[in-house]
């Protein structure tokens, strides 16, 4: 699992656009409408209105300078490890159809934000009641530019079947434990004789779970197979207003290890 970030809803916008071409190689934007209206409109609205003020609006946007922004992503000059990976699917007429797509559609008339699409609210992964457990920690990871430590955790479904190089089936729970870092008078995260940050306090979990059909009512361009995702804070309650969009995006590159970031270490045990 990975924290989005606030570029994420550009990223839904260049893998929506994957594989529309045109014979005369001209912009074609009505061949976007339909990807578009499903994907990219998860962060950007159905409208090019973006859901948040963190996600750029994209509708009446100049197409020149769109698709000079994707192809720079596409071509790593634009650095995002998830917008990176994703623009390397896009073909030249994929580019210049989304962008004339988002160029023809006017700009907006006032700050409000588009409504987040159902399907990316809704989700029916959650933290297992009797958390943690029948759960192993696999990983500890250091995050310095967040001042945190993270604690991932895995049921025993996922850890065996990665542990004999399988992939995660049916049954899979992953959870990651955020704790804030404990500091030292100078404000500088405490380490433990491991070289892993000192807990001070957890802030909440992130929890990704597969099930059968979990992933039915996800577009291609965005689904885990069928993984879900949920935000849970330190008091094990449902964070609301959570977009599984981004957490979709960000993990669509890993298909091969399960679309889990910690895989290879899943498969150690450690």
Known sequence: MRTPTATIGLTLALVALAATTTATGAANPEAAKQRAQTVCAACHGANGQSVADDIPNLAGQRAP??????????????????????????GPDDIADL????????????????????????????????Y??????????????????RY???????????????????????????????????KKPVKNADGFFESDRLLGYSVMVRNADWGRDFPDMLRNGDWNYANVTATRQ????VNQADCLACHKPLEKQSYSFGFEALAKGR
């Open 65 to 90: 300078y769109l698709e000079t922004q994707l192809k720079a992503l596409k071509e790593g000059t634009r650095k995002n490890a998830v917008m990176n990976a994703l623009a390397a699917q896009l």
């Open 99 to 130: 962008a004339a797509y988002f160029a023809a559609l006017p700009a907006p008339a006032s700050s409000a934000k588009s409504d987040y699409l159902p399907q990316f609210v809704r989700t029916q992964a959650a933290l297992p009641a009797d």
């Open 132 to 149: 943690p457990s029948g759960f192993t920690r696999y990983q500890t990871v250091n995050r310095p530019e967040l001042g945190q430590v």
């Open 152 to 186: 991932l955790y895995a049921n025993a479904i996922a850890l065996n079947a990665a542990r004999v190089g399988q992939p995660l089936p049916d049954g899979s729970v992953l959870v990651r434990e955020q704790h804030a870092a404990k500091v030292d008078a100078d």
């Open 238 to 241: 449902p964070r609301s207003g």
